[in-house]
């Protein structure tokens, strides 16, 4: 399915047709990798074409790759409800309770080496056309901050948006970003944790990805970093292929060392054609896993 060419700007990439959203502005969308510490300038590069070919990863264990071929891709986050996650829910951070950079949902990656970070199963995933990610690795507007303070106090910067601004009023879609930029740079760089209490930029990103959706925004977050980026609602996602499984103990293993980071694979296809000349006990049985879910899956696209 061609998704049509990427619409790129400072705050959003929004993927396929725009159907009749605003006009993005014309400064060029820039990817920062500055995070990415063990990153060449080839991966970098690498990245940047995965991202512009709308190719991205989710790394998982072998068991919820299972369920989300059964059940297709959901949102399986920590509830309240969860015991030893109770301590946040008193906090205030419910919504939180996933684990990830930025809060529920699905993360996806255009960094595959990241994406296995989080399981041996590597996933590539499809972006439903017109679905609109906002990219959290630029510092905010200083201008749009300044205009903010000016406007609403410094109170705008420590507070929920609707405690400080009249009840007239509301952020527009620009400054939504701004702000949740400048709390993700926050939260990023302090050493709140240090103290044993919540990061008040945490509840305030989460203050700001709830605008966010109002205004029809589908996820955030970083597309080279490891956090990644989320997307909220995991229907504008489609598996697309199980790329590889993970064979052996030693992948595994190197994949979850980030000194490591699969240096010796210089790319993709490199990695997969190991895993499949694994002759480790069990490697047999994963490879026909992988085939037989790939199998599936174009025969259920075929259908669509």
């Known amino acids: 399915m061609d998704l049509g060419s990427i619409t790129q700007d400072s705050n959003i990439f929004c993927f396929g047709k725009n159907e ?6 014309t400064l060029c969308f820039q990817m920062h990798t500055a995070s990415a510490t063990h990153a060449s300038a080839t ?5 940047l074409a995965n991202l512009g070919n709308r ?47 930025y809060g529920r949902g699905t993360y996806i990656s255009c960094n595959w080496r990241a994406a296995l970070c989080f399981g041996p199963v590597l996933f590539r995933l499809e972006l439903q056309p017109a ?9 905010p507007d200083p201008k749009v901050m300044d205009s903010l303070q000016r406007e609403f106090g410094k109170q705008i910067l420590t507070a929920s948006p609707w405690k400080v601004m009249p009840k007239n009023k509301r952020l ?4 939504a970003i701004q702000l949740a930029r400048y ?3 926050k939260f990023e760089t302090s050493n709140w ?15 700001l990805r709830n605008i966010l959706v109002r205004y029809g925004i589908h996820g955030w977050g970083e597309a080279s970093d490891i956090g990644g980026i989320v997307i909220f609602a995991t229907d504008r996602l489609k598996v697309a292929e199980v790329v590889l499984s993970l064979p052996t103990e030693a992948l595994y293993l190197e994949a979850r060392d980030p000194t490591q980071s699969f240096r010796r694979f210089d790319t993709l296809a490199s990695l997969a054609a190991a895993t499949r000349t694994a002759r480790n006990r069990g490697a047999a049985n994963t490879l026909a896993w992988v085939d037989a879910a ?4 174009q025969g259920t696209m075929k259908h669509l």
Request: charged share 30%; aromatic share 8%.
């Open 20 to 25: 009749g959203l605003d006009k993005p502005d």
């Open 43 to 47: 991966r970098s590069a690498e990245v």
């Open 55 to 101: 190719v991205f990863y989710h790394g998982t264990s072998k068991r919820a790759a299972r369920r989300i071929l059964r059940e297709g891709l959901r949102d399986y986050s920590w509830t309240e409800k969860t015991p030893q996650f109770k301590y946040k829910a008193e906090q205030g951070l419910v919504r939180w309770m996933h684990g990830g950079s």
């Open 131 to 139: 679905t609109r990610i906002v990219h959290l690795d630029v510092p």
């Open 172 to 175: 527009t879609l620009n400054e």
């Open 183 to 185: 709390h993700c740079a």
């Open 193 to 207: 944790w240090r103290s044993g209490k919540p990061n008040p930029h945490e509840k305030l990103m989460l203050d």
């Open 294 to 297: 790939n199998a599936a899956i």
